[in-house]
Structures are given as C-alpha cells and as structure tokens.
C-alpha cells in the first residue's frame, strides 16, 4: 500500500492528525523519502480547497506540530553530541554532508539558512 494514497484518501480530522503526525515525525530528523513533507502540505492545500478539512484549524495544527517536531529534533540532537551524531553518521555514509552543512551554518549563521530555505533547487546542487 502507498502511504501517500492512503493520506490522499483521508478527510477531516484524521487527514489534518495524519499530516501533523509525518510533519512532526520529518522534522524531527526521520527522513521520510516515500512522503516528502512539500507533498504532504500539497496534499492538505488541496485538502482545504476541496473543503475537506478548516483550513485555519490545519495551518494551526501543523504549526504546531512542524514548530514541535523541530525544537524535539534540535534537543535531540544536541543532547547526543556531535561525537555520537557522526558515529551514526558515518556507516550511513552521511558525514560529509553534515560536516558540509555545520560548516555552511557556521559561516553563515540563521541568515544562510533563511536565504537557503527561499532559493529552489538548493538541494540538488553540489558544493
């Protein structure tokens, strides 16, 4: 079963429920490859066109879940350690890209981030 197929086919609460829970669960820091978090807000965007769930209930909601996710993510984190966070990084081939992105952050600061989060493509771009 697609998990995406399966949201697409929700209404009301359940949807709204369904969408904060991977919304908090990917800014957390589980990367959810199958349902990209600009997919899951697509899918509730045309949730609320189609009038199957309040769409002030829903922003609200997933502010509040995407904001908890991400202060969860961040004293996660920063209770394991850089140490800890690179020994898991490392088997998963993923320390180059994160000593790239502290690097970035640390010249850069919040500004970067901010500027970064409004530039398309960024992602696909290699340093």
Do not use: K
């Not at 429920?17 to 908090?24: E, K, P, S, Y």
């Amino acid at each position: 079963m697609n998990p995406i197929s399966w949201v697409q086919g929700l209404e009301g609460t359940t949807l709204t429920v369904a969408i904060c829970a991977l919304m908090f669960i990917e800014e957390v820091g589980v990367p959810l490859p199958f349902a990209p978090g600009d997919l899951v807000l697509a899918i509730g965007g045309i949730a609320i066109a189609g009038g199957r769930v309040n769409a002030a209930l829903f922003v609200g909601a997933v502010s509040i879940s995407i904001l908890s996710g991400a202060i969860l993510g961040r004293e996660i984190f920063a209770l394991l350690g850089w140490e800890r966070l690179m020994r898991v990084a490392r088997p998963l081939h993923a320390r180059v890209p994160l000593e790239r992105a502290s690097g970035l952050l640390q010249r850069g600061g919040w500004r970067a981030v901010f500027t970064a989060r409004l530039i398309p493509g960024r992602c696909s771009r290699r340093a």
